[in-house]
Structures are given as structure tokens and as C-alpha cells.
């Protein structure tokens, strides 16, 4: 036991596609159990989504859950029952007949009818309020999770299911999340694990209970990448991996710009800004966490196990003392040479090859990675002088407040201020946000514009790089209705229109990131 507790205990996130239908389960359970060799791990699930995530289980469950509402529909039950056919097929074609196989078809079952029953009686009193939905969509965590568990177990690892369902036994306010109430979720997280032994491997729900507010407004989709960096605070792990459908962080969505070069590692202030601006590869509040502990994210492949990912390393991050480097580091505690073809099966066991800072030695002058966030409305508003200028300010801000319209980037003069807001602002609460501005001036909307932001740590310290930035895009005959920088010293970012945006992603990244700048 005792060199069982001397293990580095890491922290495994899956994302819903890499447990989407048995096949993918299996794989994943492969890369649990060989990580088990070297590691205490604790699994983190997401729901299932046997494709892509806006057709997943969560999002069937809002689609529920919305249905409950309308009159004289039930077709919320023929949601539910898809839903447990679908659960039932992969328990068949993943889990071994036997004790496991009985317990965890009876456990499926009943969750599902207990879904039934939460949203008929919703139904009846006509009403889902916040927390029912948080409720209803954790269904989604507690399927997959307490498969996953049954799986393994057929298999003969000692795996617990842990259902986060009760996470949360206080009130808390929901205008006051902040750090008290993270804090208060990583002790409840270690009270829970603490109970498991050194020999069990925790399978554990991603959703983390009924956030005041509701999960899906105070920390959104994407919530389970969330739990997973408090529990590994909690812990003390040695890395958090969030395991996806993609290799790591790349220069630029590899999807839009087809040279983006994934990247060794990255710094967590710049993954936080290219998550914010549209790179959303891990959820934003995941960052601060495991910055505050010191602790590594690393992304990975879960179709992929043999890549080395990307490593989110935190500043004054210094490697265990096996390790003499993050090249060196591996969570498996031992120090193991570079990585032949044939040693990368193991997957936990890799070793980045470049800089610790998310550049290549002869990468040093170059921004990190570029992002682009779509669906962004621009509003300019002119003020007709009534008003001194903090008044004016103060009343555009408090007007947009009242709406809970959130603005991502702001360029001012005194008697004037753009501003990009977030995407999906309501519609209705935007008509009634202008009526109000239009109190303090004139207002112009620009809608179906994009906000391309260039991002790197070495940018605080690159002359001419702004320069570089807009004279590309002025070659593309790309049109910029807002420029702004310095708010964080490791973006520049830019309002261009939406329809241009694809080709000035291309062109920033590979003229500004791979250096291919032609005069
Ligand atoms: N800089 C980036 N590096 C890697 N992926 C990125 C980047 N920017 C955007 N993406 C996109 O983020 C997505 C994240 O992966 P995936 O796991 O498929 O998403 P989800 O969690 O939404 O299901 C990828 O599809 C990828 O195209
Ligand atoms: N299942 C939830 C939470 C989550 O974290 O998802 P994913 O791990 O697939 O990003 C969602 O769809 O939002």
C-alpha cells in the first residue's frame, strides 16, 4: 500500500465524443489502465455525444427540457427514451455479462426514469427553474460516468463510480461566486476522493452539482474540464490531461488555417486569451485553478493517445524533482528518454520537445497563436455632450449591465466608445440596452463582424508587431473597424467584418506566426 500512495495521482478528463459510443469507451478505458501502471488516476467524464457535441446528451437534454414547456407536447419522453436506448446499446457492446453488466442495465434504467418523472412534474407545475434544468442536464454525467464505471469493473479494475450530484450543501449567493465558493467545491472534492482508497479508481461525474445561478450561466458548457481542475487541486495531482478529439492547441484552429503547427506548450495566460477569443479548446475558469496550485494542464487526443499534446504550464511552474526539465517530465514520476516511434504507446508517458514558453528556441520573436471569435456586434456610441465624460461612460456601462450584455473589447476618446460585445447577446435585450444609450448619444449597431486577436507572451516585448499585424491585413484588403491593445499585454486584437475573417486568420498566421511574410 505504501508505494501504492507514493504514485503521482493524475487527473483525466474525457470530453463527451471520446466516450461517445462503446468502440470509443473501450479505447478510452486502454488508456486508463495503462496510465494505472504509473499513476493513481481519477476520471473525469463528460456526457456522451456520439458525434459532435451540439448533438451530444447534454444538448438533448436541453432540447428536453424545453420541450417540457410546450403545451400539449411529450415529446420530451421520446427524448428520454432515445437517450436510454442509446445508453443501454453501449453498456451491451461494452460492458462483460455479469454482476456489473446487471447492476449498471438497472442503474441506467432507473436514472432514466427518474429524468421521466423530474420533467413530468415540471411539466405539471409548467415551470423549470434554473436549478431544475442543472438538474435534468446532469443526467447526461451520471450515465456515462457510472457506464464507464461498470466497464472497468468487467474488466477487473477496482473503479468507483462518484455521482458530484450533492457537491454543493451550502447556500451560497449567486451574484457572489468567486474564489471562496471554488475553494469550498476543492474541499468537498477532497472530503469525496479522500474516501477512496489507493487502489480504486475514481470515476467521477463532471457535472459538479447545482451551481448557484445555475452551471450553464455561471460557468457554461464545458463545465466538466472545470471539476476536473479542482479536483486536481484538491488532490494535489501531479497533471490535469484533458483528453479531446484534438492533438492540443495549435497556432490557429487547424480547421480554418490548414499550416497551424500544434504547440508543445503554452503559457496559461495565453491559452486563457485564446480560449476567450474563440479558441476554445478547454473551458476559460479551468486556467486560474490550477494556476493558483502550480499544476500542468496537458490536452490530448483521445483518438490520437500516442501524441505528446500541449502542455499548459503555469509560470514558476518547476518539475518535480525526478524531472529535471519539462522535457524531462513525465506524471509517471520516472525520467524517461525522448520518445521513439514505437515508446510513444503508452500514453501518459511522453516528453514535449520544445520551450517550456510555448515557442520553438528560434520561434522566440514570433506571437504564439491567433484566434478569431465570430457572431460579434459592434456598437459606437457618440455622446451628444450632455453628460462629462465618466458620466457618459458610466452610463453606457450601467445600461449594458442591466441587460447582462458583456462586452469583449473597447476602444475610447472622451466623447466616444466602441464596443464589441460577446456573441449571442439576446435580441430583445439589446433593442431595449440601445433605447437607453440613446439617451446618451447616437448609437450605430455593425452586426456580423469578427474579433481576430493575435496572442503571445513574447508580444510585451516585440517592437513592431502591431505594425506587422495591421500592414498584413491592409494587403489582404482587410477592413479593421476597431483596434485594441494593451488591455492584456499578450493580445492585440482587432474588429474586422465576419466574411473576412476566415482569409485574415490565414494570412495572420502564416505572415505574422510562421514568418512567410512576402513585401
Ligand atoms: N488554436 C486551436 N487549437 C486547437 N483547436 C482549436 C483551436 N482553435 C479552435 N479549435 C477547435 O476547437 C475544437 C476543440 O476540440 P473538440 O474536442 O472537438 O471540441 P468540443 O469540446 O467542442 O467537442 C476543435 O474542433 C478545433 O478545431
Ligand atoms: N457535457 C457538458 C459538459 C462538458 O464539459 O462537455 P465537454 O467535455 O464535451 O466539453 C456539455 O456538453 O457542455
Given at each position: 500500500?505504501?508505494?501504492?500512495?507514493?504514485?503521482?495521482?493524475?487527473?483525466?478528463?474525457?470530453?463527451?465524443?471520446?466516450?461517445?459510443?462503446?468502440?470509443?469507451?473501450?479505447?478510452?478505458?486502454?488508456?486508463?489502465?495503462?496510465?494505472?501502471?504509473?499513476?493513481?488516476?481519477?476520471?473525469?467524464?463528460?456526457?456522451?455525444?456520439?458525434?459532435?457535441?451540439?448533438?451530444?446528451?447534454?444538448?438533448?437534454?436541453?432540447?428536453?427540457?424545453?420541450?417540457?414547456?410546450?403545451?400539449?407536447?411529450?415529446?420530451?419522453?421520446?427524448?428520454?427514451?432515445?437517450?436510454?436506448?442509446?445508453?443501454?446499446?453501449?453498456?451491451?457492446?461494452?460492458?462483460?455479462?455479469?454482476?456489473?453488466?446487471?447492476?449498471?442495465?438497472?442503474?441506467?434504467?432507473?436514472?432514466?426514469?427518474?429524468?421521466?418523472?423530474?420533467?413530468?412534474?415540471?411539466?405539471?407545475?409548467?415551470?423549470?427553474?434554473?436549478?431544475?434544468?442543472?438538474?435534468?442536464?446532469?443526467?447526461?454525467?451520471?450515465?456515462?460516468?457510472?457506464?464507464?464505471?461498470?466497464?472497468?469493473?468487467?474488466?477487473?479494475?477496482?473503479?468507483?463510480?462518484?455521482?458530484?450530484?450533492?457537491?454543493?450543501?451550502?447556500?451560497?449567493?449567486?451574484?457572489?461566486?468567486?474564489?471562496?465558493?471554488?475553494?469550498?467545491?476543492?474541499?468537498?472534492?477532497?472530503?469525496?476522493?479522500?474516501?477512496?482508497?489507493?487502489?480504486?479508481?475514481?470515476?467521477?461525474?463532471?457535472?459538479?452539482?447545482?451551481?448557484?445561478?445555475?452551471?450553464?450561466?455561471?460557468?457554461?458548457?464545458?463545465?466538466?474540464?472545470?471539476?476536473?481542475?479542482?479536483?486536481?487541486?484538491?488532490?494535489?495531482?501531479?497533471?490535469?490531461?484533458?483528453?479531446?478529439?484534438?492533438?492540443?492547441?495549435?497556432?490557429?484552429?487547424?480547421?480554418?488555417?490548414?499550416?497551424?503547427?500544434?504547440?508543445?506548450?503554452?503559457?496559461?495566460?495565453?491559452?486563457?486569451?485564446?480560449?476567450?477569443?474563440?479558441?476554445?479548446?478547454?473551458?476559460?475558469?479551468?486556467?486560474?485553478?490550477?494556476?493558483?496550485?502550480?499544476?500542468?494542464?496537458?490536452?490530448?487526443?483521445?483518438?490520437?493517445?500516442?501524441?505528446?499534446?500541449?502542455?499548459?504550464?503555469?509560470?514558476?511552474?518547476?518539475?518535480?524533482?525526478?524531472?529535471?526539465?519539462?522535457?524531462?517530465?513525465?506524471?509517471?514520476?520516472?525520467?524517461?528518454?525522448?520518445?521513439?516511434?514505437?515508446?510513444?504507446?503508452?500514453?501518459?508517458?511522453?516528453?514535449?520537445?520544445?520551450?517550456?514558453?510555448?515557442?520553438?528556441?528560434?520561434?522566440?520573436?514570433?506571437?504564439?497563436?491567433?484566434?478569431?471569435?465570430?457572431?460579434?456586434?459592434?456598437?459606437?456610441?457618440?455622446?451628444?455632450?450632455?453628460?462629462?465624460?465618466?458620466?457618459?461612460?458610466?452610463?453606457?456601462?450601467?445600461?449594458?449591465?442591466?441587460?447582462?450584455?458583456?462586452?469583449?473589447?473597447?476602444?475610447?476618446?472622451?466623447?466616444?466608445?466602441?464596443?464589441?460585445?460577446?456573441?449571442?447577446?439576446?435580441?430583445?435585450?439589446?433593442?431595449?440596452?440601445?433605447?437607453?444609450?440613446?439617451?446618451?448619444?447616437?448609437?450605430?449597431?455593425?452586426?456580423?463582424?469578427?474579433?481576430?486577436?493575435?496572442?503571445?507572451?513574447?508580444?510585451?516585448?516585440?517592437?513592431?508587431?502591431?505594425?506587422?499585424?495591421?500592414e498584413t491585413l491592409?494587403?489582404?484588403?482587410?477592413?479593421?473597424?476597431?483596434?485594441?491593445q494593451g488591455a492584456?499585454?499578450?493580445?492585440?486584437?482587432?474588429?474586422?467584418?465576419?466574411?473576412?475573417?476566415?482569409?485574415?486568420?490565414?494570412?495572420?498566421?502564416?505572415?505574422?506566426?510562421?514568418?512567410?511574410?512576402?513585401?
Open positions: 500500500m505504501a508505494r501504492a500512495a507514493a504514485r503521482p495521482i493524475v487527473v483525466q478528463k474525457y470530453g463527451g465524443t471520446s466516450v461517445g459510443s462503446a468502440e470509443r469507451m473501450l479505447e478510452v478505458s486502454n488508456i486508463v489502465k495503462s496510465s494505472l501502471d504509473h499513476n493513481r488516476v481519477i476520471v473525469v467524464l463528460s456526457a456522451m455525444s456520439s458525434t459532435k457535441k451540439a448533438e451530444g446528451t447534454t444538448s438533448r437534454l436541453l432540447e428536453a427540457a424545453k420541450e417540457v414547456l410546450k403545451p400539449n407536447s411529450q415529446r420530451y419522453l421520446d427524448i428520454i427514451d432515445i437517450i436510454e436506448e442509446g445508453h443501454l446499446k453501449t453498456v451491451e457492446n461494452a460492458v462483460t455479462k455479469g454482476p456489473a453488466y446487471d447492476d449498471v442495465v438497472r442503474d441506467v434504467k432507473a436514472e432514466c426514469q427518474r429524468l421521466r418523472s423530474f420533467m413530468s412534474a415540471a411539466e405539471v407545475i409548467d415551470e423549470i427553474s434554473p436549478r431544475s434544468r442543472d438538474v435534468m442536464i446532469s443526467t447526461g454525467e451520471k450515465l456515462s460516468a457510472r457506464i464507464f464505471a461498470a466497464l472497468l469493473q468487467s474488466q477487473g479494475v477496482e473503479a468507483v463510480y462518484v455521482n458530484l450530484d450533492k457537491l454543493v450543501e451550502e447556500q451560497f449567493d449567486e451574484k457572489a461566486i468567486d474564489q471562496t465558493f471554488y475553494d469550498y467545491l476543492t474541499n468537498r472534492l477532497t472530503d469525496i476522493l479522500g474516501k477512496c482508497t489507493d487502489t480504486q479508481v475514481p470515476i467521477v461525474t463532471g457535472y459538479l452539482g447545482p451551481v448557484p445561478g445555475s452551471i450553464l450561466t455561471t460557468i457554461g458548457r464545458g463545465y466538466t474540464d472545470l471539476t476536473a481542475a479542482l479536483i486536481a487541486v484538491g488532490v494535489k495531482a501531479q497533471e490535469v490531461q484533458i483528453w479531446k478529439e484534438v492533438d492540443g492547441i495549435f497556432t490557429a484552429d487547424p480547421r480554418k488555417a490548414p499550416k497551424a503547427r500544434l504547440l508543445s506548450s503554452i503559457s496559461p495566460e495565453e491559452a486563457a486569451e485564446l480560449t476567450y477569443y474563440g479558441s476554445e479548446v478547454i473551458h476559460p475558469f479551468t486556467m486560474e485553478q490550477v494556476i493558483r496550485a502550480s499544476i500542468p494542464i496537458r490536452i490530448k487526443n483521445a483518438f490520437k493517445p500516442e501524441g505528446n499534446g500541449t502542455v499548459i504550464v503555469p509560470d514558476g511552474w518547476r518539475p518535480p524533482q525526478h524531472a529535471e526539465s519539462i522535457e524531462d517530465f513525465t506524471p509517471g514520476g520516472t525520467r524517461i528518454p525522448k520518445p521513439s516511434a514505437a515508446s510513444l504507446s503508452t500514453p501518459p508517458h511522453h516528453a514535449p520537445t520544445s520551450h517550456p514558453n510555448g515557442f520553438a528556441e528560434d520561434d522566440e520573436k514570433r506571437p504564439t497563436a491567433v484566434t478569431i471569435k465570430d457572431n460579434v456586434i459592434v456598437l459606437n456610441v457618440h455622446s451628444n455632450r450632455k453628460s462629462v465624460s465618466h458620466g457618459f461612460f458610466a452610463h453606457i456601462f450601467l445600461a449594458l449591465d442591466r441587460y447582462g450584455i458583456v462586452v469583449d473589447l473597447i476602444s475610447t476618446s472622451e466623447v466616444h466608445v466602441s464596443m464589441a460585445l460577446s456573441p449571442n447577446v439576446k435580441e430583445v435585450k439589446l433593442e431595449r440596452a440601445l433605447i437607453e444609450l440613446r439617451k446618451y448619444g447616437t448609437v450605430d449597431v455593425i452586426r456580423n463582424m469578427a474579433i481576430l486577436s493575435l496572442v503571445g507572451k513574447q508580444m510585451r516585448n516585440m517592437v513592431g508587431i502591431a505594425g506587422l499585424m495591421f491592409a494587403k489582404h484588403n482587410v477592413n479593421i473597424e476597431m483596434i485594441s492584456s499585454e499578450i493580445n492585440i486584437s482587432c474588429v474586422i467584418e465576419e466574411e473576412s475573417a476566415q482569409a485574415a486568420l490565414r494570412a495572420i498566421h502564416d505572415e505574422c506566426i510562421l514568418g512567410e511574410y512576402v513585401e
